[in-house]
């Protein structure tokens, strides 16, 4: 059979195609190339490669991986949803038991391991004591409650390659007061389990003489007792703080004090979340650069704690006034305008010579709401869940004398009515809207009255504002061109400003 020259042409390319196809170029590389490519790899996947052909078997054993990762959720797809997972779990255990035997330990640099199920304490501390050794660099343990007591290997406390260390399991920590733990642990990361007693928690971050990076996490269990955690490090550079009150004791009919006392003098950033009003005392935070505060339940009124409670907004801030930085949450500001707005409309039963014992002790409650001033600030965020709640503003403007950047944010949709409103202008005028105020964001402005009254002042009155951009979320048509037009034409403080509107912008939570 004769084929034209095109024809023999087509017949040779599709031949060389085919042949191409049949190769495996990867296998073919050396095996320090692959070797390198199985480190990238995660744990399960590389030892699954070693069923893909001859030349893979067990090659991840010789490939020195440098991160071990257990997780049996992602490992074991049904755990969560077999009733009956005791097979899965047999697997999951050979799985990790055959990896430890088989990697070279003395390269594993990071150690991860996830336990949704229950296997047992004497299971997971025996992974432990194998996987643990001098060069591990990182160590992430979250294991279900369950498991109950996990220990940690005496070699990790006297580590000096560990640098980071997340424990969110049932750990009981063995700190012995005569020596440094953890001698180059730099990031901590712990959820709070046993509340009981947190004596160790004060003594383990005053005995990591390198922490920088602490995150202490929990819930709130006794809701009838008094819980204190101590936080004194002098090399802490940034604290998260995030404790959350379950639903079911969202009443506050229950009885129960938790409080954070911090000492850290070089701390830059500090992150703060509760939603029960915690009592917080900071002390010698003079470099303080940012600060997030979200304090206070987001749906229960402060009025529904008292002053009491509501106070502890303003003790907090009393000790964080050197932040330049600073975030509010509408919850926040709720506890702050509690007693603010309390102030300003019995202003006679707050005063000095008041025989009114409708606040009780009147000599304590004139020492309460009470702000600091922030002569640091230069940027400021504030969140507002209620109309009632933007009555603090001008206090805190007041209180903020050098403010370069004001943020104002409605966190959800206002649908309360605004028939009576103690809206009070501040007098004299902040300093900062004299002389240093530039930039204003006004964030779900919805037009309400109260909301067009703030925004005028702020026009009205920052005398060197040269931006203000106002976000609202999706509105009418006719009723956007009227916002537009009566905020365009309303009177400025300074020549130079110029307002830009953003349309069909949802509200944003605080988080």
């Not at 017949?11 to 296998?27: C, P």
């Not at 050794?133 to 279900?144: A, C, Q, R, S």
């Not at 070699?155 to 969110?168: A, G, M, P, Q």
């Amino acid at each position: 059979m004769q084929f034209s020259p095109d024809q023999r042409t087509t017949k040779k390319f599709q031949s060389n195609e085919d042949e191409d196809e049949d190769v495996d170029v990867i296998s073919n590389l050396p095996d320090e190339i692959l070797h390198k490519i199985l480190t990238f790899l995660p744990t399960k996947h590389a030892v699954a490669t070693t069923a893909l052909s001859r030349r893979w078997t067990n090659l991840w054993t010789t490939a020195f991986l440098p991160h071990l990762e257990f997780n049996d959720l992602t490992l074991l797809h049904t755990i969560r949803s077999n009733p009956n997972p005791t097979h899965e779990q047999t697997l999951f255990v050979n799985f990790v038991n055959n990896v430890l035997r088989l990697s070279n330990l003395a390269k594993v640099t990071t150690f991860t391991l996830t336990c949704l199920g229950s296997y047992g304490s004497s299971c997971i501390n025996s992974w432990l004591r194998i996987a643990c050794t001098n060069n591990i660099t990182e160590l992430d343990i979250y294991v279900n409650f369950d498991n109950g007591p996990i220990r940690l290997p005496a070699i990790v406390y006297i580590s000096t390659s560990l640098v980071v260390l997340k424990l969110n399991a049932n750990v009981k920590l063995d700190i012995n007061s005569d020596q440094v733990c953890f001698p180059s642990l730099k990031i901590l990361h712990i959820f709070v389990y046993n509340q009981e007693d947190d004596d160790w928690t004060g003594e383990l971050y005053r005995r990591c003489p390198a922490l920088e990076d602490l995150f202490l996490e929990g819930q709130v269990l006794d809701t009838y007792g008094k819980v204190q955690f101590h936080v004194c490090s002098s090399t802490l550079k940034r604290l998260k703080i995030e404790f959350s009150l379950l639903d079911r004791f969202c009443s506050f009919e229950y009885s129960f004090d938790y409080s954070f006392l911090v000492s850290a003098e070089n701390l830059e950033n500090l992150d703060v979340f509760d939603n029960f009003l915690a009592e917080y005392n900071v002390a010698n935070l003079q470099v303080l650069d940012r600060a997030n505060i979200c304090i206070g339940h987001p749906s229960l009124p402060a009025k529904a704690v008292g002053f009491l409670y509501a106070n502890r907004a303003f003790e907090f801030l009393e000790g964080i006034s050197h932040v330049r930085f600073l975030s509010l949450s509408g919850c926040t500001i709720g506890a702050l305008s509690y007693i603010n707005e309390a102030k300003l409309e019995h202003p006679d039963e707050f005063a000095d010579d008041s025989d009114d014992d409708q606040y009780g002790d009147v000599d304590r409650w004139q020492s309460y709401g009470i702000l600091p001033t922030f002569n640091f600030l230069t940027n400021l965020e504030l969140g507002f869940r209620n109309f009632r709640s933007w009555t603090v503003l001008p206090y805190i403007l007041q209180c903020s004398p050098n403010l370069e950047f004001l943020a104002l944010k409605k966190e959800i949709p206002d649908n309360d009515m605004c028939n009576r409103w103690p809206w009070k202008e501040p007098e004299p005028l902040p300093k900062c809207m004299l002389y240093c105020l530039k930039e204003i964001d006004v964030k779900g402005f919805e037009g309400k009255h109260y909301e067009l009254t703030v925004v005028e002042f702020l026009l009205k009155n920052a005398q060197v504002l040269q931006r203000m951009a106002i976000y609202s979320p999706p509105l009418p048509l006719d009723e956007e061109m009227m916002l537009h037009k009566t905020i365009y034409e309303h009177p400025r403080g300074s020549e130079t400003c110029q307002v830009k509107f953003f349309s069909n912008c949802l509200f944003q939570p605080y988080r």
